[in-house]
């Protein structure tokens, strides 16, 4: 059962626009959510995160927006570079447990057109 | 440069051997998970240790996996009579924030 979906495999934007990334859930459990970027051959890197009682988190070009009725949040980049060209992964981290393990969706590729 | 340092970066074994891989936390940190990346997927939890103790192991670890933190702080991952499905990249990965994490580069594995 996937309980963090990301429908889209990828994404091509031009190089100054706006690259929106999507990301769904099933689990209203569910405390956190973070976005992490991905370059071949390397782990992932944290990039921004957002607190489920909260709906808009921003850092620079990058601002995560939280609808939890509709279980979706999603990563917008504004302006778009070509160094933003990687593999976007959305995680989402359960509540309570030792654990606190987080569950990741499937990734979107990006590729920013110079 | 990450807070997590993985050896080796790239293992290639046939396909019946042994392997191991190793996970040095830069800083300590009494949490350390493993996670394993296929191509296509996103990052699945293996397991999580708590200091030196293995607290939840996912489906995922079959039984020829295992990993070891003896002392709290580096830890292994053994995987035993390799199969064509391990190949992967793994990964370690510490706390950042309390809620989130920094991964290492990983290990990716090849099983020919």
């Known amino acids: 059962d996937q309980q963090v979906k990301q429908n889209s495999p990828s994404l091509s934007v031009q190089e100054g626009r706006i690259s929106i990334l999507n990301c769904d859930y099933t689990n209203s459990m569910f405390d956190y959510f973070l976005w992490y970027k991905k370059y071949p051959a390397e782990g992932p890197t944290f990039l921004i995160s957002?607190?489920?009682?909260?709906d808009k988190n921003e850092d620079g070009r990058f601002t995560v927006f939280l609808n939890k009725s509709a279980k979706h949040l999603s990563l917008h980049i504004v302006p778009s570079q070509p160094g933003d060209s990687a593999v976007y992964f959305c995680?989402?981290?359960?509540?309570?447990?030792?654990?606190?393990?987080?569950?990741f969706g499937t990734g979107t590729l990006l590729a920013v057109q110079p | 440069d990450t807070g997590v340092s993985q050896d080796p970066r790239h293992k290639i074994t046939k396909r019946g051997q042994n392997v191991t891989f190793r996970c040095d936390p830069i800083?300590?940190?009494?949490?350390l998970y493993w996670y394993r990346q296929t191509l296509g997927q996103g990052p699945e939890f293996l397991t999580y240790f708590q200091n030196e103790a293995q607290l939840e192991k996912s489906r995922l670890l079959s039984d020829r996996f295992s990993a070891e933190r003896p002392k709290g702080s580096f830890s292994t991952l053994e995987i035993q009579r390799t199969e064509q499905g391990d190949s992967a990249m793994y990964l370690c990965a510490t706390p950042i924030l309390n809620y989130g994490y920094t991964f290492g580069s990983g290990t990716r594995l090849t099983v020919v």
């Open positions: 800083s300590e940190h009494n949490r």
């Open positions: 957002i607190s489920s009682i909260k």
């Open positions: 995680a989402a981290r359960g509540y309570g447990g030792a654990t606190n393990k987080l569950i």
